[in-house]
């Protein structure tokens, strides 16, 4: 099989990524990723808490950010209480219950982000939650499943929301928090919101789908699978030039735009079906930056990959 047979003939394609569905897209590998933390909560009022605390830290390695979210959020358990309570509480009392978290999160911070950072990312939360009902009606507020290019303008208007809302509560010393705030306007790749609406807007044994119509946080304008884009990081990035799809060098917003593409040739309503098992071939270190015989020769993705074929020409 020839790598332009595969560029011409995306149904080529799918027949070496849906082994890695039928082999990594499974509840038992939610424990190498953040959003295995979410899973853990069963109200959905408290899986997006969760979720997005999971996603906004999930830079770096896997386990160590998992480390980080158990920290924080077997706070909550430890007192009996579940994250959407603590809104309840910050709605009758906001000062008393921002000064609790300061407490039960001292200490806790995960590279750029101090607990400050952590304690105001609640705090919008729980701001956009008292006021639109939940984080994902204010999130998609301006979004039209039938306006191309309406998510991104609505998820840019929310980070600007939430951006402007930071700076008029004036919390010191918070100069990581901006990192935890991106748009496509600002031409990144924003892996980590990225990510987020693909747990939002999927429904299956992986996605909360949370976002969804029918998934109870999101009644006005419920997001579409179809809108969804491909989370680009270190693991994916690398994976799809190798195999062909990305030809960019740079992992920014274009790239996500042409891997998105791509995909939706493949699965036109649901184009970031197979993020959750690439993404495993990196963080389970099934795809190293080498040919591996032992490794290698047992990836369906093999007859696609130009780095592999380059590799052994050595």
């Known amino acids: 099989m020839t790598l332009p047979r595969l560029k011409h003939n995306p149904n080529l394609f799918k027949g070496l990524l849906d082994p890695l569905i039928e082999r990594y897209h499974r509840p038992a590998y939610l424990d190498s990723d953040p959003l295995g933390i979410a899973h853990e909560w069963k109200d959905p009022r408290d899986q997006e808490i969760v979720a997005i605390f999971s996603a906004l830290l999930a830079y770096g390695n896997a386990q160590i950010i998992r480390r980080t ?15 959407s309570e603590w809104i309840k509480q910050y709605e009758k009392d906001p000062d008393a219950t921002l000064q609790n978290l ?63 809302d930071a700076r008029e509560l004036k919390r010191p010393g918070l100069k990581g928090f901006r990192y935890l705030l991106t748009s496509p306007k600002d031409g990144s790749a924003c892996k980590r919101w990225v990510m987020l609406l693909r747990w939002m807007g999927r429904r299956d ?26 989370p680009i990081d270190t693991h994916t990035g ?7 799809i990305l ?27 197979y993020d959750f098992a690439l993404a ?25 990959c130009q780095f592999a074929k380059k590799q052994r020409a050595l």
Request: hydrophobic residues 40%; glycine residues 8%; aromatic residues 14%.
């Open 205 to 230: 044994e992986i996605d909360l789908g949370l976002w969804m119509e029918g998934g109870l946080l999101v009644h006005s304008r419920p997001l579409c699978s179809a809108d969804l884009f491909m």
């Open 247 to 273: 030809k960019r060098k740079q992992y920014n917003w274009k790239a996500v735009l042409e891997v998105t593409e791509f995909f939706k040739k493949l699965e036109p309503n649901d184009p970031i079906l």
């Open 102 to 164: 300061r407490e039960e999160w001292n200490g806790i911070f995960y590279r750029f982000n101090s607990t400050g950072d952590l304690v105001l990312l609640f705090e919008l939360i729980a701001r956009s939650t008292l006021k639109f009902g939940s984080v994902g009606e204010h999130f998609l507020r301006f979004y039209d499943p039938n306006k191309p290019g309406s998510l991104e303008e609505s998820w840019s208007a929310f980070i600007e929301d939430w951006s402007n």
């Open 238 to 244: 690398r994976i799809t030039q190798y195999i062909g």
């Open 69 to 83: 979210l158990r920290a924080l959020f077997d706070r909550f358990q430890g007192t009996g209480t579940r994250p």
């Open 280 to 304: 495993r071939l990196g963080i389970l270190d099934l795809c190293q930056k080498r040919y591996r015989v032992e490794i290698c020769q047992t990836c369906s993705l093999l007859p696609a």
